[in-house]
């Protein structure tokens, strides 16, 4: 009889697996496999669960990617929200409702393609080496080049005075926020004192109850070498900001970046070539002049000073150099006030008081990169 029992074919029942019934619901509920649980990872991720569980790990990736991108992109548009709030709240205070009409001064097409010419010329001889003459940019041409091209048309005019030069501005602000029917209209003044080698730039709204836009005060000046251009902040602000006094105290040369060029970057290695071959500008009554140096040299105060910024250490106290004095102190004396009296006689003994420089000797230059900057 026992092994009748024994060799009795087992139940349905008996093979397979009970059915546990919830106590929250009148339904049966087959048992989950605890296998695949997170805290078995280690344990199913090579065994039949493996499928499984990476689902579930892509599922958590997905959501806190998800979740990421809608973090950025929250932030992302509050800051794109206050940009434009920012930027539309200064378009709607420094425009106007009329636009200022300018006159319009034309000039031959073949003209002012010579002038492109001849400017090239200039550019690609200092930068080959050789010695170019004076280059010539008078204010006809300048509003001429102005009428040529279409969005500056009627929209910008330009007047040369001894050591000041001006433009006026009235461009439409369609493009911006908040300035969809209004007007920028204002003059921007570039003046050269030669008295304090001092550079005051001004942009001034023609409504003059807005009050100034944006100036400053510059003090040019070069460096031991006589070649390198040293250009400090003296003062200045910008749309009712104030330029902090730290950061002046700091004397820090503005241009000093133009001496120490990546060495893949060859727009600021032709720059820098390009100021080492000036003499000098001049700002003249009706045109702005553009000096070579018939004996140009090389900038060398920062590679002599590698390592080190020039103007650290000397925090406060306007010193230039391991000397600690401003150049401009090295004309004190009968035998420098001699070589000035010759310098302002240059061109037919006629004494000038013109934005005019020297790189070479001690003589202050009045950079180039200033005007063409303002000009543009």
């Known amino acids: ?164 030069y001006q433009v006026s501005i009235s461009m439409p602000t369609d493009r911006l926020p908040g300035g969809k029917g209004r007007f920028f209209v204002a003059t921007k003044t570039l003046k050269w004192d030669p008295e304090t080698q001092e550079l005051k730039v001004k942009v001034q709204p023609m409504e003059e109850s807005m009050g100034t836009m944006a100036e400053a005060v510059l003090k040019l000046t070069t460096m031991e070498d006589g070649k390198t251009l040293n250009l400090e902040v003296l003062s200045g602000q910008g749309f009712g900001k104030v330029i902090p006094q730290k950061f002046i105290d700091e004397h820090y040369n503005l241009l000093e970046d133009l001496y120490n060029c990546d060495c893949h970057d060859d727009e600021c290695k032709q720059a820098r070539k390009f100021l080492e071959g000036l003499a000098g500008v001049s700002l003249e009554d009706g045109q702005v002049v553009v000096h070579a140096d018939p004996e140009p040299k090389e900038a060398t105060y920062y590679k002599e000073h590698e390592g080190h910024s020039w103007h650290h250490g000397h925090h406060g106290h306007g010193h230039h150099g391991k000397h600690g004095r401003h150049h401009g102190h090295h004309h004190d004396g009968e035998k420098h006030g001699d070589h000035h009296d010759g310098h302002h006689k240059h061109h037919g003994g006629h004494r000038h008081r013109h934005l005019r420089a020297k790189f070479g000797g001690h003589h202050h230059l009045k950079a180039l990169h200033m005007v063409r900057k303002l000009m543009a």
């Open 1 to 164: 009889m026992d092994n009748d029992n024994n060799t009795k074919i087992p139940l349905l029942e008996d093979i397979e697996t009970p059915i546990e019934v919830s106590e929250e619901s009148i339904y049966p509920v087959k048992p989950k496999n605890k296998e695949c649980r997170w805290k078995n990872w280690k344990k199913c991720k090579h065994g039949k669960c493996k499928k499984r569980c990476a689902k579930r790990c892509l599922k958590v990736i997905c959501k806190v990617a998800l979740l990421g991108f809608l973090i950025f992109g929250a932030v992302a548009s509050i800051a794109g929200y206050r940009w434009y709030r920012f930027v539309s709240h200064q378009v709607q205070k420094w425009t106007v409702v009329e636009p200022n009409a300018l006159p319009v001064q034309d000039v031959p097409l073949e003209e002012l393609s010579l002038l492109k010419d001849s400017a090239h010329l200039f550019w690609d001889s200092i930068q080959y080496g050789k010695v170019p003459e004076d280059f010539v940019l008078s204010a006809k041409d300048l509003n001429g080049f102005f009428a040529s091209e279409e969005r500056l048309r009627g929209n910008a005019f330009a007047e040369m005075k001894e050591n000041e």
